[in-house]
């Protein structure tokens, strides 16, 4: 019981703190100059960055997708002799998951720069 007092003592001491601290060291007034990006002393150039075309992410993430589930292959080719016809069915039902998602990618045209 008094652990949940003093639970409830805690959050209200700390977000006390945090409206006092807010209004002490807060902003006072703003103003259009004061809210303008400040980029070296100078005004800015442009309104902001140019966001990089979505492909370029689709590609990337198609990349580490594939990349990272091919490391997965090394460790088994390692042990290939060991691990026996169980192993070698998993791992062509392995090889077979990742070609589907090959050629659904595919028929997506995720692999087209341009459309």
Not at 30 to 57: A, D, R
Not at 93 to 111: S, V
Request: glycine fraction near 8%; hydrophobic fraction near 55%.
């Amino acid at each position: 019981m008094i652990e949940l007092f003093l639970v409830f003592l805690v959050f209200g001491f700390v977000g006390a703190l945090m409206v006092v601290v807010n209004k002490i060291l807060g902003p006072r007034k703003t103003n259009p100059t004061k809210e303008m990006p400040y980029e070296c002393g100078s005004p800015p150039l442009q309104e902001g960055i140019n966001p990089f075309p979505i492909k370029y992410y689709l590609v990337a993430f198609l990349f580490l997708l594939f990349d990272i589930e091919v490391v997965f292959l090394f460790p088994w080719a390692l042990v290939f002799k060991e691990v026996g016809m169980t192993g070698v069915i998993l791992m062509f039902a392995y090889i077979f998951i990742l070609l589907m998602g090959f050629i659904y990618a595919w028929k997506k045209g995720a692999f087209q720069w341009e459309k």
